[in-house]
C-alpha cells in the first residue's frame, strides 16, 4: 500500500473519529474545538479537506462511520493507528475531564477492536501534548 493512500485512511479516520467523539456526549465544548484545530495544524490538513470530511459524514449513522474508521485504521501502520488514539485522548480531555462516552467510543477502538497499547498510546499522547502547546502559542 502507498504512503499516500495509508495518508489518506489515517486522514479519514482521524477526522471522522474526531467528528464522533466531540458529539459522543452531546455537547460540543470550545475546548474541544480549540484541540481539533490544533490537531489540523499539527497533521498538515488543510482547513477545506477538514471542513468537507465532516461535512459529508454529518448526517450518517455513527455506528456506519465507527466500522469504516475502523477498517480504515486497519489499514495503516502501528504507528498512525497509536497517534490516532493519542489524539482522541488529549481531545475528550480537553475540557477537563473525558465523558464515559467518549472513553467508550476510545476503548472500543483501542482495546477491543485494534488490540493496541495503552501504554504505547499514552506514550504517544504526551508527546503530542509537548508540540499541542507550541501550536496554540503561535495560533494566537
Known amino acids: 500500500m502507498t504512503d499516500v493512500l495509508v495518508t489518506k485512511y489515517y486522514r479519514s479516520a482521524l477526522?471522522?473519529?474526531?467528528?464522533?467523539?466531540?458529539?459522543?456526549?452531546?455537547?460540543?465544548?470550545?475546548?474541544?474545538?480549540?484541540m481539533g484545530e490544533i490537531m489540523r495544524v499539527h497533521e498538515g490538513i488543510p482547513k477545506s479537506e477538514f471542513e468537507n470530511?465532516?461535512?459529508?459524514?454529518?448526517?450518517?449513522?455513527g455506528e456506519q462511520v465507527l466500522e469504516q474508521c475502523i477498517n480504515y485504521l486497519r489499514k495503516t501502520d502501528l504507528n498512525h493507528q497509536v497517534k490516532c488514539l493519542a489524539w482522541l485522548s488529549l481531545i475528550a480531555n480537553s475540557d477537563g475531564f473525558m465523558d464515559t462516552t467518549e472513553w467508550a467510543l476510545i476503548y472500543r477502538i483501542y482495546a477491543k477492536e485494534l488490540k493496541l497499547d495503552l501504554a504505547e498510546i499514552m506514550k504517544k499522547q504526551r508527546e503530542l501534548s509537548k508540540?499541542?502547546?507550541?501550536?496554540?502559542?503561535s495560533m494566537y
Not at 471522522?16 to 474545538?33: F, P, Q, R, T
Not at 470530511?53 to 449513522?61: E, F
Not at 508540540?131 to 502559542?137: A, E, G, Q, R, S
Open 15 to 34: 477526522l471522522s473519529l474526531y467528528h464522533l467523539l466531540i458529539e459522543a456526549d452531546g455537547h460540543v465544548s470550545s475546548k474541544e474545538l480549540e
Open 53 to 61: 470530511l465532516i461535512t459529508s459524514i454529518r448526517n450518517l449513522p
Open 131 to 137: 508540540t499541542c502547546l507550541d501550536i496554540k502559542v
